[in-house]
Structure formats: C-alpha cells, structure tokens
C-alpha cells in the first residue's frame, strides 16, 4: 500500500517555465488537497478538491491551477513559474466518510525556479 | 475559522513527559482537534485526534478541557526520535477548507 505518491521528488525550473506536479493515492479517498511549505513556515494550503471533477481555492492560489480528472490523482500545474514559487509542495489525501478523518500525506516535491 | 496558537519552540529530555499546549479560542462546535508531527524532509504524519476529554492511543494522549479553548498534547517518555514539528489543527466538519491551516508548529527538541 504504497499512501500517497508524489513525483517528480525534484525538480528545477528557469522562471517562466511550465510544469506540472503529479499526486497520486491508492486509498480510494475522496478529498485531496495540495500544500506549500517555505522555509521555517507551516504548510498552506494552494487548492483543494472534495471530489473527482471538483476543485476549489485554498489560502494562497494565485499562479497555480490545478485538475482532478481521475478519483486517485490531482495534478498541480505551474503555468508560467516564477522564483516566489521556489518551495517545497505536499499532498494528501483524506477519506470522505467523515470529514475529520486524518490526511495522509505524500513525502513532498521540493521545487526551485531559478 | 478557529486560529491556533502554539509555542515556537520547546526543550526537553529523552525520558521526560513532554506537553505542548495549543490554545484555540474560537473554536466552533462541531470542530475536531488534530495533532501532526514532521521530520524533516518529511510530510506532515497523523498522530492524534480529538473532541473532548481525553484521548489516547500508542503514541500519545490529548487533552481537552470543558470549554475546548485550548488542548494539551502529551507524549510520554520522549526519545530522541520524537525531535520534529508538532501542529495543531482545529478542522471543521461538513466539507471545505475550513481549518486547513497549519501553522509554525512546535519544534520540539530531545537531548540525550
């Protein structure tokens, strides 16, 4: 049972480049979120989805954008990436049943715009 | 949307009890209390969850007074393996983003 799978694990990107980062989770859960983490800083969250098809804005969703064809992956996609997005993403996921199940985290994709 | 507040940062000794204490004032009826920990180069991991009263599994006992304003995690006998950032989240039900915050955290230091 592999959780939650992030990829790429790294990554570097020149300002202006495009990309796009891959969640996925095998534990049919229904809410799956998307998480920055800056140095020192806790994690905020950029977008979440309560199910296949949905999205909606977290805290900070500005040049982000992301999709959520298939129940077990959401995609976060950088458009034109700029060096303020220099940080680490995580995932997670969360069953559906009740919303105060936990959230299941992936180990993160640590991302520099240069 | 209930804010929390944790200390920083926090000292102890492997053996020791180690409780850090989150104060949630706004906290909303239907609110649930959850606690994560992070390693580095790590994402956050469940450790545990809460109403009220207390709470307690194999790896900690929460503590939540009457009015729920504030909780208590508590993590018996600390090692040097439990050096990481502890959050405390207060998550609304129903859906949404409600509580999806996580703050600086706690960065809790074991010394041998």
């Known amino acids: 049972n592999a959780g939650v799978t992030q990829t790429p694990k790294f990554r570097v990107l020149k300002t202006g480049q495009s990309m796009t980062l891959l969640c996925a989770q095998d534990?049919?859960?229904?809410?799956m979120y998307w998480y920055r983490q800056d140095p020192g800083m806790g994690l905020r969250l950029i977008h979440y989805s309560v199910g296949e098809g949905t999205t909606a804005k977290g805290e900070v969703p500005d040049g982000y954008n992301v999709s959520r064809l298939k129940k077990q992956n959401f995609l976060l996609g950088l458009e034109s990436a700029a060096p303020s997005q220099t940080s680490v993403y995580f995932c997670?996921?969360?069953?559906?049943?009740?919303?105060?199940?936990?959230?299941?985290f992936g180990d993160g994709t640590r991302l520099s715009i240069l | 949307l209930a804010k929390t507040t944790q200390p920083i940062s926090m000292d102890s000794y492997e053996g020791q009890e180690v409780n850090i204490t989150c104060s949630h004032n706004n906290i909303a009826t239907n609110d649930y209390i959850t606690w994560y920990q992070q390693f580095p180069s790590q994402g956050p991991r469940f450790i545990i969850q809460?109403?009220?009263t207390k709470v307690t599994n194999e790896v900690a006992s929460l503590f939540i007074p009457a009015d729920r304003k504030s909780s208590t995690l508590s993590l018996p006998r600390v090692s040097l393996s439990d050096t990481a950032v502890y959050y405390c989240l207060v998550e609304g039900s129903g859906g949404g983003a409600d509580g999806l915050t996580f703050g600086k955290g706690t960065h809790l230091i074991i010394q041998p």
């Open positions: 809460g109403y009220k």
């Open positions: 997670a996921s969360s069953d559906d049943r009740d919303r105060n199940q936990p959230q299941h």
């Open positions: 534990m049919n859960h229904e809410y």
